[in-house]
Each structure stands twice: as structure tokens, then as C-alpha cells.
């Protein structure tokens, strides 16, 4: 995934098969996968001949009536945990997934219209954007919620579902556009907690060196190498890997916990 250094954002389809490829799926044919989704946006174009030069917001109805009224995708609200939701190709086949596969689907279709949308890293819900004139303003998209377009009301909605307890001001920072790396390195991190949902540890680790390949600094993979090794009782190993996350990440949220989960090692010693 060496491409991963350059941001194509109609490739991170591309980028997501290759990973249930490498992780699951051996066998996977990625360009065909790809087709299934170009075919989505080819059907449109055959239906709606001025679509390309069409207003922003129509393109975006356009794409809606055909992925969730015509294609049936939906998100999996039943089952959102489940690792299938992270396999682009299962989603492809089930027609269901979490906000982030869905956005991957929803840009490259949009690619094959020639209407360009960026992904976005919004916290716990995964969006997607068309910029208008410039960088001045932008349409946010929701495809797990049938591609609704979101204001800044419902943004703030969804900042307050995450953060409850606190009044987290919205700010331009939450919709700034995604590095392909960074998407990527998302998908991984939600393959590894529905992993540890399962307490599937072996593909729980494949996924977090995954990340860590893409990112030897990325947060969550220096926490969860000590998470694995302490699920697995590899106490001292597991205190290496917390010490290493506390001297590089001493503000993070998680510190209390990691501590706590330290002492109680130190105890069992």
C-alpha cells in the first residue's frame, strides 16, 4: 500500500479490498469487487444523461435513489460490531455496513460521476464532502444514513452523542478532509475492536500491525500491543508496550485505565 503516501480518495476501494484480501479473503479478486461498485455509478450515468453537469445537491439525490432506494444498502444498525461491516467485499455482497465502508462505496461512485467528495474523519461516525467554490464551503454527506446531507446542527448532534458528558464546540478541524493513510488506519482500528469484541487476539494483533505498518506512531497501535499482550497474560511484555504509550501519549484520555491496568499487573508480580 505504498500509494497510500498520495491522497486519490477514489481509491481507498481499491486500498479497503486489498485489506480484506490480506487479512480474510486470500482468494479476493479486487478488480472485481471494484467493477460491482463502478457498475452502480455507470447505471446512474445510462439513466441520467445530464447528471455529470448537474446542481451538487442533485447529483447527490441522484446517487441516494440508486444506492438505498434501487441497491438496497443500508447500515447494519442490528449488528454494527460485527467485523463483516469492515469487508468492503462483505459489504458489497450483504448490502450492509458502518459509516466508513458505506463512505468508500459513496465516493467511488460519485468518482465514476465525476463529482468529487473527500473523506472525512469525523469522531465515531465516519462522513464524506463535496467542496463548493473552493474551500469555502462544503455539503456534508451522511451514506450511513441514506446520504442525508448534515448542517451544522445535526453535526453538532452527532458530536454530542459521542462526547455526553461534555459541550465540545464544532469546529472547522471535525470536517477538514481525510488522508487516504488515515482512513485506512480507521478501518483497521474498527477491524480491531470488533476483534476484541470477539476476543479473537490472533487477528486482533494481524490488524494492529497492520496499523502500525502504515503508522509506527499511531496511537491506539502502541496502547493495544500492550492490550494483547495482557489478554494474553504476557505481563511484562504488556508493561513494556504501556510504558512506551505513556511516555509518548501522557494526555491521552486513556491513561487512568492503562495505570490502573499497570498496577494491578505490578500486584499480580
Known sequence: MSSLASNNPSRLAEYALNLSRI??????DSKNEISKIDNIG??????????INSRPTQVISTINDQLYKIE????????????????????????????????IIYIRVAHVLKFELHPINFP??????????????????????????????SLKQLLD???????????????????????????????KA????????????????MTLDIDKNEQYGIRDRGMISFKRDNNEEALVHFNQYIEKFPEADDIDMILDIMRKIKRKN
Do not use: W
Request: hydrophobic share 35%.
Open 42 to 51: 455507470d447505471i446512474i450515468l445510462k439513466s441520467n444523461k445530464g447528471i
Open 23 to 28: 487479512i480474510a479473503y486470500p482468494e479476493l
Open 194 to 209: 470488533s476483534y476484541f469484541e470477539c476476543n479473537d487476539l490472533g487477528n486482533a494483533e494481524l490488524v494492529n500491525e
Open 72 to 103: 438496497n444498502f443500508k447500515g447494519n444498525k442490528d449488528d454494527y460490531y460485527n467485523p463483516s461491516n469492515s469487508f468492503l467485499n462483505i459489504v458489497l455482497k450483504r448490502k450492509l455496513g458502518i459509516p466508513i465502508t458505506l463512505s
Open 124 to 153: 465515531s461516525h465516519f462522513l464524506v464532502k463535496h467542496v463548493l467554490d473552493g474551500e469555502s464551503s462544503d455539503i456534508i454527506i451522511d451514506p450511513y444514513n441514506e446520504g442525508r446531507i448534515m448542517d451544522d446542527y
Open 161 to 191: 452523542q459521542t462526547y455526553p458528558k461534555l459541550d465540545v464546540p464544532l469546529t472547522r478541524n471535525f470536517i477538514e478532509k481525510s488522508a487516504d493513510a488515515r482512513v485506512i488506519v480507521r478501518m483497521l482500528n474498527n477491524l
